[in-house]
């Protein structure tokens, strides 16, 4: 599906916002991974469990266009939709989650452009993640391009649930029978319950491993 050319940032072209776009991803996930590896160094422990980056399909950026009634172009592709290249972070434990966007917001370079916490304040599906969309400056030979990321942080919990919900969502178009929304919003429930206790029984642990070392070091 074609693109319209315009002057957004100078991109004339798909191939160019794919390049563009695919580096600013590989940017993202070079310093989370280096971020992951210094927590690791300094306090034992990896917040991040995995990375997922994508690039947004032509066909999924004309629909969002057409849906908030932009034509389809790329100047407005660029100036309109945050999460062409989007990257989901899933860690372990809801706190990793606040720790992980705070190490993030500390890198000089990178803009926070928008928040959205959906952890604090859960959408009425039962849908939880952080969102964060961000600029990450992109060099070329010419000229610099700071380009648009939206970063995705959930637990493996929520990274499931959400899953599952996006599936149904395509498969009934939106329209899910009130049954299955219900049951859905329950399962949140669920995995919400089911990340405050794992955390509970994590710091539990930790603490426990604290006091066994210091008995060690005072025997």
Known sequence: ???????????????????????A????????????????????????EHIKARIKTPESIVKKLKRHGYEST????VQHI????????????TS????IAEMITEQRDINIVAIKDYITFPKASGYKSYHMIVTVPVYLSDRTI????????????????????????YKFEGDAPEHIKSELIECAKMVSDLDARMLSLNEEI??????????????
């Open 25 to 48: 991803l590989r940017q993202i996930e070079t310093r989370m991974e280096v971020l992951n590896e210094e927590f690791q160094h300094v306090h034992q422990y990896n917040p991040i």
């Open 146 to 169: 700071d380009t648009k990321v939206e970063i995705q942080i959930r637990t493996v919990a929520m990274d499931f649930w959400a899953s599952l919900e996006h599936k149904i969502h």
């Open 82 to 93: 945050n999460d062409i290249a989007g990257i989901r972070i899933i860690c372990s434990f």
């Open 1 to 23: 599906m074609e693109l319209k050319v315009d002057n957004g940032d100078g991109i004339e072209s798909w191939k160019e916002v794919t390049l563009i776009y695919s580096a």
């Open 74 to 77: 790329i100047d407005n592709m």
């Open 206 to 219: 930790i603490e426990i491993s604290k006091e066994r070392a210091e008995k060690k070091e005072n025997a």
């Open 96 to 99: 990793d989650i606040y720790r």
